[in-house]
């Protein structure tokens, strides 16, 4: 077993470098054009000393709005979430309502956030109800997964439906919850992405629809390489987190 | 017949009152806050806006379902492909596999500009980034299902003498078409989603061509109304994958 695991992480890692090695060579001999840099200029564009300062506003802006729709959208989304549990003839309604909201597409939403908060304010909340959107199915259908047997038992004691709902459906839930948890980092970075596709003032996003516009191709690839890199160890952080939370609530 | 009609607007009732409560509140805080339409038309402006000319939404309407359409289609048969080529091989398997699974756990979206870069402002690459969006899970999604065979199926297979590429048609590709529709399902909204967002940033006809025009002009109602079809676009495309799902299974299984 062991050795099966390691052969298919050798695998995957030879795989991941195959894939850096044609990134470069399509690059140096310009397979694919001119807008193709080598992965090794992108490097070097990405740590030239006078270019730091520039990555790192951008990317503390692009941080901040993922953080902050990232917390709101997943705490809303589970507050809501728990509303529509205990509640059970507001769900239908609530069910709707995000379903709704998730099908806007965010490009038509951004504008309308533009006015009804600003133009920095727009990536957080576009971030946020994507994130939400997520926490919401997944608590959803995580607060009914706990056994018929534990809720009889519940109720024999006497407990009330909130206590029955913190001490019996939210930590069953947990698996669920870590699953969204992991699921929403992509969709946190897309949405702020976006979301600073319509005019903010700073942030990764600008600087990638501004490097595609005025042709600077180093600098539209390092700013996705950044975008990019980030969310993937955040979601790689996530899984570890999800991993543990499932064999604890074995 | 009144009791039918009451029942069924109780469920109406039952199911959108939210998305109602919303959509009031925001025609009562226009009306009341008194805001010029410019900043922001209440739901009614907007609504009245699309019926004097529902026409002139449904040419780009179509341009972009028709993109997201064969984009979609493209994205799966690339990404059914190469499961089906990962399954067949244990090396491309694993050297395959992890890539795809840190490209669906990046933004994707962010490769839109690069691609437009690459290939050029053309409608021709906003179909190429929807096949990127959609190829992924689909290749996800298949390459599981091509694993995920009924215990105990694939020794029956090999008690019978059935030979690899038997077990392969009527075993293995069989059991991976309920992954696939699920697939299916899950990324034909996002399909939508995508060709508007490349148009909007291209500037190619559709939906997002017509929103950035419309939103440029500071024609607001006008930029509202081509949001609420791009959503009801892809709501569409969601019913229709979903119809064709549950088709699919109930004949598969």
Request: aromatic share 10%.
């Amino acid at each position: 077993m062991t050795s099966a695991r390691s052969q298919s992480f050798v695998l995957g890692l030879i795989g991941v470098v195959l894939f850096l090695i044609a990134w470069e060579v399509i690059g140096t001999y310009r397979l694919a054009g001119l807008t193709w840099p080598p992965l090794s200029t992108v490097l070097v564009f990405l740590t030239t000393p006078a270019k730091l300062p520039l990555f790192e506003r951008a990317t503390a802006a692009s941080f901040a709005s993922v953080g902050i729709g990232y917390v709101c959208g997943g705490a809303g989304g589970l507050v809501l979430a728990l509303v529509s549990h205990l509640i059970a003839p507001v769900r239908p309604g609530l069910d709707r309502l995000v379903a709704v909201i998730h099908a806007i597409p965010s490009i038509a939403l951004a504008p309308l956030l533009i006015v009804l908060a600003s133009a920095d304010a727009t990536p957080p909340v576009i971030s946020g109800l994507g994130v939400g959107y997520v926490f919401y199915v997944a608590a959803t259908s995580g607060l009914a997964t706990a056994g018929a047997a534990h809720r009889d038992l519940f109720v024999v004691l006497g407990a009330s439906r909130l206590s029955t709902a913190l001490r019996l459906d939210l930590p069953s839930a947990l698996p669920a919850i870590a699953s969204a948890m992991k699921l929403s980092v992509p969709i946190a970075f897309i949405g702020a992405i976006i979301g600073e596709w319509f005019g903010a003032s700073r942030g990764l996003g600008l600087l990638i629809v501004s490097a595609m516009q005025n042709f600077q191709i180093p600098l539209l690839w390092s700013a996705v390489l950044i975008t990019a890199v980030a969310s993937l160890s955040m979601f790689a952080l996530f899984s570890l987190l999800e991993r543990l939370v499932q064999e604890r609530m074995r | 017949m009144t009791s039918a009609i009451f029942e069924l607007s109780s469920r109406v009732a039952q199911r959108y009152w939210a998305v109602a409560l919303v959509v009031a509140g925001w025609q009562i805080w226009v009306s009341a806050a008194g805001l010029s339409s410019i900043v922001l038309p209440g739901p009614l402006a907007v609504l009245t806006d699309f019926v004097g000319d529902p026409l002139s939404y449904a040419e780009p309407a179509g341009r972009t379902f028709a993109v997201a359409v064969v984009g979609l289609l493209f994205g799966f048969v690339l990404g059914s492909a190469l499961a089906v080529l990962s399954w067949s091989s244990r090396l491309l398997n694993g050297l395959l596999t992890p890539l795809g699974l840190i490209f669906t756990s990046i933004p994707v979206v962010t490769l839109i500009p690069i691609i437009a870069r690459l290939l050029g402002y053309d409608v021709r690459t906003v179909v190429a980034i929807v096949a990127l969006i959609c190829f992924f899970p689909a290749f996800v999604y298949v390459g599981s299902g091509l694993r995920a065979l009924p215990p105990g199926s694939d020794d029956l297979f090999r008690v019978f003498g059935g030979s690899r590429r038997q077990c392969f048609l009527r075993l293995v590709l069989p059991s991976s078409i309920p992954n696939l529709m699920l697939a299916f399902r899950l990324t034909a909204p996002e399909a939508v989603l995508a060709a508007v967002v490349a148009e909007f940033l291209m500037g190619t006809d559709g939906l997002g061509h017509m929103f950035r025009k419309a939103a440029g002009e500071f024609d607001t109602e006008r930029a509202l109304a081509t949001s609420l079809i791009a959503t009801i676009t892809s709501v569409a495309c969601f019913g229709l994958a979903l119809a064709a799902e549950r088709r699919v299974l109930r004949r598969w299984t």
